[in-house]
């Protein structure tokens, strides 16, 4: 089992900064795989970020190329997204994510652990 615990959301203007941080706990950190996803209200749940096990490979969806930056501590067993430049369509609840694959991926459905989420909200 993995838990996972995101922090760092809030409400902030377009154009602000927030950094995301994501702990987990209850299994080797370095074996696991971690995303980042967000859902808006109405929406589904889409992928965002992702970084492989050691943190050597990086995925970002196009809408967020440029802005954000998925990164990763394994001594600290933490994940981060640091996301500039916020645009409101990023306003949307934030969920962390663990697979035990050992490449990036996409696929909601390839992570088995989930964080509750944290939410960010970008005014205009």
């Known amino acids: 089992q993995v838990q996972l615990v995101e922090s760092g959301g809030g409400l902030v203007q377009a154009g602000d900064s927030l950094r995301l941080s994501c702990a987990a706990s209850?299994?080797?950190?370095?074996?696991?795989?971690m995303g980042w996803f967000r859902q808006a209200p109405g929406k589904e749940r889409e992928f965002v970020a992702a970084i492989s096990w050691i943190g050597g490979t990086t995925d970002y969806t196009d809408f967020v190329k440029g802005r954000f930056t998925i990164s990763r501590d394994n001594a600290k067993n933490m994940v981060y997204l640091q996301m500039n430049s916020l645009k409101p369509e990023d306003t949307a609840v934030y969920y962390c994510?663990?697979?035990?694959?050992?490449?990036?991926?996409?696929?909601?459905?390839?992570?088995?652990?989930w964080g509750q989420g944290t939410q960010v909200t970008v005014t205009s």
């Open positions: 209850g299994r080797p950190f370095s074996t696991l795989s």
């Open positions: 994510a663990a697979s035990g694959r050992v490449a990036s991926t996409r696929m909601k459905y390839d992570y088995n652990y």
